[in-house]
Structures are given as C-alpha cells and as structure tokens.
Nanobody, 124 residues
Framework: QVQLVESGGGLVQAGGSLRLSCAAS????????MGWYRQAPGKQRELVAN???????NYADFVKGRFTISRDNAKNTVYLQMNSLKPEDTAVYYC??????????????????WGQGTLVTVSS
C-alpha cells in the first residue's frame, strides 16, 4: 500500500516560519510531480506550489518570495518551507503526488495520492 504522510503543521505567530514535510512510502518505483495544496474554511482547495521530478518549481502568486518547495528523491519526500507567514495562510495543507508503483503481483501502476492534511494556523 502506498501512502503519503505529512508532518510539520502547527500554530505560529504572524511573521513566523514553519516547515512541512510529506513522505511517500510503499511499493514505489518513482514519483512524478509533487505538490502542496491548501484549503481554508469555506474555501476551495488551491495550489500552493509544485515541483517536478527534475526540480522545476511552480508557485501560486500569493506565496512567491515567502514559501519554498523542495524534494529529496532518495527519501521520496517533499518539503514546504513557509516564511513570513500571514493570518490568511491559515488552512489545512495537503500533499499531492503522482506515483509510479511496482509490485510482484500487479506489475507497474500509477496513483495520484493525497496526504491526510496538516493544519497550519497563523495568529495575528
């Protein structure tokens, strides 16, 4: 079974920093793009940033210059370093990844997975 497990959320004051991590585990052959999304109460889920297997990154305008996405392919992990946090960054943050799987019984496969979400709360 392949899964994404997030960590690093919490409560921080405005102007502070947090680092989110998302580790993939299971029968993984390789991981395509990985990304972070967020969903604030009463709002739709939105893209924060994503990163390709080659390291190319893409950011939403509202986090440019403040957040940095990175990945460690050897550890199947993606990170989101969040600096200069604002109260409007308060949301549940979700990890997303496109994963090529391999098992002895089913061979190769592809899954798009979501993590369980981690809450980030920024106080003013």
């Amino acid at each position: 079974q392949v899964q994404l497990v997030e960590s690093g959320g919490g409560l921080v004051q405005a102007g502070g920093s947090l680092r989110l991590s998302c580790a993939a585990s299971g029968s993984i052959f390789s991981i395509n793009a990985m990304g972070w999304y967020r969903q604030a109460p009463g709002k739709q889920r939105e893209l924060v940033a994503n990163i390709t297997i080659g390291g190319s990154t893409n950011y939403a305008d509202f986090v440019k210059g403040r957040f940095t996405i990175s990945r460690d392919n050897a550890k199947n992990t993606v990170y989101l370093q969040m600096n200069s946090l604002k109260p409007e960054d308060t949301a549940v943050y979700y990890c997303n990844a496109g994963i090529y799987t391999i098992t002895t019984s089913t061979g190769y496969g592809y899954l798009e997975l979501w993590g369980q979400g981690t809450l980030v709360t920024v106080s003013s």
